[in-house]
């Protein structure tokens, strides 16, 4: 198995539609078939046995990563957020290297790769140069990505997906060749994130052209819709959020082209999501859930579940809106109690998941999957009668309130209905009398104020009494990564001060 | 008679197709495209061999291939004239996932 038989399959069934565009630039995929040759002898002929790309959204990312499974070597997406005394330490991580990054850093860090191109260096080479003969090796179990994820201490872990993970999230979630010709994917979120290479590999192998956002503004995204008649597009949840602010602000506009968005990488707050329906009603929406370590999406909450879930009475039903949805069927979800067992539908514990796409390992740390192939995501969550699960949220934010587990957010939903609130973030504070109390930190909505009081009598009103925050801050922002996660342990740390020898 | 590897590529002796082992039963099987055995990628094909007229339907880019009981899967990475077969059984087209796009 090898990401490159899928890009050849591509090449020879429709070689000549568009597979990536970049503003008015673009590759077919025959044309990406080639460069991707042509970049991988330069990467065989440097000796170079890593590919690192240190750029925003542009043709170097698709080629990269494609010339790397040809060369055989992994391919390494880099933070462009990151300093380059950061950049640094990972690039010595990854020596010997084949490092494209855009213009502006080329300078500094080329001094630090065994090869280092500037990114349209890069791409003329790889559309320019002699094409090569296939030849890349079948062997499942070679590195395809390495994905570096950040951690809360030390030096960031690099989650390790080989050929035979992502091949097989491919194949057990796309239909070859199942887009339509004039179907084109909007791709905004980072390509150092999963979410960044698997779209990749999913437009690829359903044949749909992928423009691609460098940087993502609400306003950006919403021209580029229009303009380029797009069908699909993936999102984080803080990129809906500021699109649907923009769409209320526009007045009517229509975005007739779209038919399909999917979300994912954080939590969707209820009301962006409401609003996001009734704002685009012809457009289906889908809730994918999935880590890094799991080749990205292990669950979908699909278009009919969401409509069913909107229009619904029934509470159960209704409540699946907040939901992750059910597993692909080619993976397995299991929840399991703090002894290890699997529990019965509505009780929570850690989400565990298995399957072929399931990589669950890190760089020179080894896999942390268990016995019988289960991976422990340290997520916390839970089931229903039908199989469709809920996050409550990463384990080490979970508040134990007296002996009490209490997730961060079911608060925060019931927060963010208040009028006057537009974002907000739960917390677990230390405690002498409960062991860790419930704080809230809230950002208002433009010219509106409320009192720390009422928050909390608008949470003991509609959640247990336990739920209601004995700590309530206001501020102007709240952290979150680019991605879109929510950082409560900044949120935290801001509180109460940093943990202990952390 | 051969056990078959997962993420192993075949091709046909006798027509132009391809295939990646995505399924294989536990047991040692024979893969046929156009009723002669499938052979490694780097093996010539035995001297002689001709596609079956009674097994040359065709393969399709992309199409996944299993029998009735559902204990082989192949996908087809280049089509070809002859049909797949294992073990004398011939094998059908997987119908399309309707998966929504996630990413």
């Known amino acids: 198995m090898n990401l490159m038989m899928l890009l050849e399959m591509a090449a020879s069934g429709f070689g000549d539609r568009v597979a990536i565009q970049n503003g008015q630039d673009t590759l077919t995929y025959r044309e990406l078939f080639d460069a991707a040759g042509t970049a991988a002898s330069a990467i065989v002929d440097l000796s170079c046995e890593r590919v690192a790309v240190l750029d925003v959204n542009t043709l170097a990312v698709p080629i990269g990563l494609f010339a790397a499974s040809w060369a055989g070597v992994p391919f390494a997406p880099l933070n462009y957020r990151l300093t380059d005394t950061e950049i640094e330490s990972l690039l010595e991580r990854l020596t010997p290297a084949f490092l494209v990054s855009e213009g502006s850093r080329h300078e500094a860090l080329s001094g630090l790769a065994q090869s280092a191109l500037g990114r349209d260096e890069f791409i003329d080479m790889a559309r320019n140069g002699p094409v090569r003969d296939p030849d890349w090796a079948m062997d499942p179990d070679m590195i395809a990505v390495l994905l570096f994820t950040s951690g809360t201490t030390g030096a960031p872990k690099a989650a390790v997906l080989r050929h035979r993970h992502l091949v097989s999230y491919i194949l057990g979630s796309v239909e070859f060749g199942s887009a339509a010709e004039e179907d084109a994917s909007l791709v905004s979120v980072p390509p150092y994130h999963v979410a960044g290479v698997a779209s990749i590999a999913s437009s690829v192998y359903s044949g749909r052209r992928i423009v691609q956002l460098a940087n993502f503004s609400a306003e950006g995204w919403i021209d580029i819709v229009r303009a380029e008649g797009i069908t699909n597009a993936m999102v984080v949840p803080t990129m809906l959020t500021r699109i649907v602010d923009a769409l209320e602000g526009m007045g009517p506009v229509e975005l007739p082209s779209l038919r399909a968005v999917s979300y994912g990488g954080g939590r969707m707050p209820l009301t962006v999501i409401e609003k996001a329906m009734k704002l685009l009603p012809h457009v289906a929406f889908t809730n994918a859930y999935g880590l890094t370590e799991t080749s990205s999406t292990i669950t979908v909450l699909g278009p009919d579940d969401h409509r069913a879930a909107a229009t619904s009475d029934d509470p159960a039903v209704r409540r699946r809106l907040s939901s992750l949805g059910r597993p692909l069927p080619s993976v397995e979800v299991e929840i399991r109690n703090e002894e290890g067992r699997a529990v019965t539908p509505g009780a929570p514990g850690e989400i565990y998941v298995r399957g072929e796409q399931i990589s669950g390992e890190y760089l020179d740390q080894g896999s942390r999957v268990e016995g019988g192939g289960w991976f422990p995501t340290r997520d916390r969550g839970w089931m229903d009668e039908d199989g469709y699960l809920f996050l409550d949220g990463r384990i080490d934010d979970i508040i134990v309130r007296g002996g009490e587990n209490i997730s961060p957010g079911e608060v925060e939903d019931v927060i963010l209905e208040h009028e006057a609130v537009e974002d907000c973030a739960v917390v677990g504070i230390p405690d002498e009398q409960w062991g860790e109390a419930v704080a809230a930190v809230v950002t208002l909505r433009e010219g509106c104020s409320v009192e720390p009081d009422e928050i909390g009598t608008w949470v003991r009103d509609r959640l247990r009494s336990s739920r209601a925050p004995a700590r309530v801050e206001f501020r102007v922002e709240l952290p979150y990564s680019e991605t879109g996660k929510l950082l409560r342990r900044k949120v935290r740390e801001e509180l109460v001060g940093p943990p202990p020898g952390g | ?103």
Request: net charge negative.
């Open chain 2, 1 to 103: 008679m051969a056990e078959i590897k997962v993420g192993s590529r075949l091709r046909s002796a006798v027509c132009a197709t391809e295939v990646m082992v995505v399924a294989a039963p536990d047991r040692d099987v024979e893969l046929t495209c156009g009723g002669v055995p499938m052979i490694g990628m780097d093996d010539d094909p035995p001297p002689g061999a001709t596609i079956s007229s009674e097994e040359a339907k065709g393969t399709l880019l992309g199409k996944r291939y299993t029998n009735d009981a559902g204990e082989i899967e192949v996908l087809c990475t280049k089509p070809g004239d002859g049909s797949l077969g294992l073990d004398g059984e011939l094998l059908e087209p997987k119908e399309a996932k309707t998966l929504p796009s996630s990413d």
